[in-house]
């Protein structure tokens, strides 16, 4: 699918290209929507798509959607995903660099991209919580320990959950409709998110998504998403963006709390001063520091 856009894009129009370019950067979007989806995210026409799709060589968007599909569903695999990460980089031992343009150029993309209004709505939910949980496990479990640590510094009732299965549904049972429930999830839902969503009707827990897509089993039950794109689904990706939206929450959350939040840091800065492990000795204080 990406070698037939890309051969025949120099040949298609103005309009066209456009959409093949979004294609391409939002595949996993795209295949979970219908035409007018595509029509209103590249600033076209249904005919504009339509054409699009002819001009690929099918009879019309549902025959391009299922070959993104099949498409997508072949990239899934990790190691052809690594591999691929790995054969897109200059030759010879790759450079610190080499390697972390990509990475810059997705930040600097969630930059412009991601929802304001989203953001705020986040913030203002997190602050009004009674409770806070943060789940992400396998991979996204760094992501969602860095978010509970840091939130719970503030002072905030927060519980971060990694379990899979059994353990997780006794977790869940505790939320309720005074709760939040930050899910870290991407590419494609594990089984325990789509536990979380199916457990909404029960708990009525606001369910703040992060991901990078829009697949229905990832955040039908939402509240709000906030889309990280962290790049193209064919390659490793990593978990730039989305620790620089836990930076951003973070910060805008104490902003929000304001004078009790940088109390319950100071409290913890004296209790770190007279419980260190192991304890300063007269030697090591910062006063004694010339």
């Not at 089993?217 to 990706?237: C, D, Q, Y």
Request: hydrophobic share 40%; net charge negative.
């Amino acid at each position: 699918m990406k070698n037939k856009i890309s051969e025949q894009y120099d040949s298609l129009t103005k309009q066209q290209k456009k959409i093949a370019t979004y294609i391409l950067d939002n595949m996993n979007d795209v295949i979970f929507e219908n035409v007018t989806f595509l029509a209103e995210q590249t600033g076209t026409s249904v005919a504009s798509v339509v054409r699009f799709a002819n001009a690929l060589g099918y009879d019309g968007f549902p025959q391009l959607k299922e070959d993104l599909i099949n498409y997508y569903k072949n990239q899934m695999d990790i190691a052809d995903r690594f591999k691929r990460t790995i054969d897109n980089l200059p030759e010879g031992r790759p450079s610190f660099a080499a390697i972390s343009q990509s990475e810059v150029d997705y930040l600097q993309k969630a930059v412009s991209t991601l929802d304001q209004n989203a953001f705020d709505q986040v913030v203002d939910l997190i602050c009004a919580a009674q409770k806070v949980y943060v789940f992400g496990n396998s991979s996204n479990e760094s992501l969602a320990n860095n978010l509970w640590f840091r939130l719970d510094r503030l002072g905030l009732e927060v519980l971060q959950l990694s379990q899979s299965g059994h353990c997780l549904i006794e977790r869940l049972f505790k939320l309720n409709a005074d709760d939040v429930i930050v899910v870290f999830d991407f590419f494609t839902p594990s089984l325990d998110t789509t536990r979380i969503h199916e457990l909404h009707e029960r708990n009525r827990a606001k369910i703040i998504s992060v991901t990078d897509t829009i697949n229905p089993s990832m955040i039908k039950n939402s509240t709000v998403v906030l889309h990280a794109k962290r790049g193209s689904p064919e390659n490793f990706n990593s978990h730039v963006v989305p620790s620089a939206i836990i930076n951003a929450l973070v910060i805008a959350v104490a902003h929000e709390l304001g004078q009790p939040a940088i109390d319950k840091l100071k409290e913890l800065s004296k209790l770190r001063e007279v419980f260190s492990y192991p304890p300063l000795d007269n030697s090591m204080r910062l006063e004694n520091i010339r």
